[in-house]
């Protein structure tokens, strides 16, 4: 996957996030305080963001740094995680389904992976400089 099309799904992610958040914060008030799970909802839109713009910034870093192929794992890493992390706390939030709570720290996982990957790249290639 190349810098662009890595941007390209963070921008797609974040305006998910957005349209999520908005919606929790409007549309689903009912549900969230039914389930009690207001607090969770809003865990996931944090969760979601901040790893979207780590995404796009690991984008940015391919766009300047083509050849950081290692970049790759960090990428499906954080785009593994953002799927199961907020995603599971989504469900979770709006069915108050409980066991989905056991899926979120797999999407954990993948995070930590993710922002490792992006430390062994950078190990790995030591100039960050753009030529």
């Known amino acids: ?56 910034l690991i984008g940015l870093i391919q766009l300047v740094r083509p050849k950081w192929k290692s970049l790759q794992f960090s990428v499906w890493n954080m785009i593994g995680g953002i799927v199961i992390f ?10 108050g389904i409980t066991w989905w709570g056991a899926v979120t720290p797999l999407g954990g996982v993948f995070f930590i992976l993710g922002w490792l990957g992006l430390f062994y790249a950078a190990l790995r290639n030591d100039q960050i400089v753009v030529d």
């Open 86 to 95: 907020p995603g599971s706390l989504y469900i979770l939030s709006l069915t």
């Open 1 to 56: 996957m190349n810098g662009r099309q890595i941007i390209m799904i963070a921008a797609l992610s974040g305006a998910l996030a957005v349209g999520l958040g908005a919606f929790g914060a409007h549309g689903l008030q009912e549900i969230l305080a039914s389930t009690g799970r207001e607090e969770t909802f809003e865990t996931a839109v944090k969760y979601h963001f901040y790893h979207t713009l780590a995404l796009a």
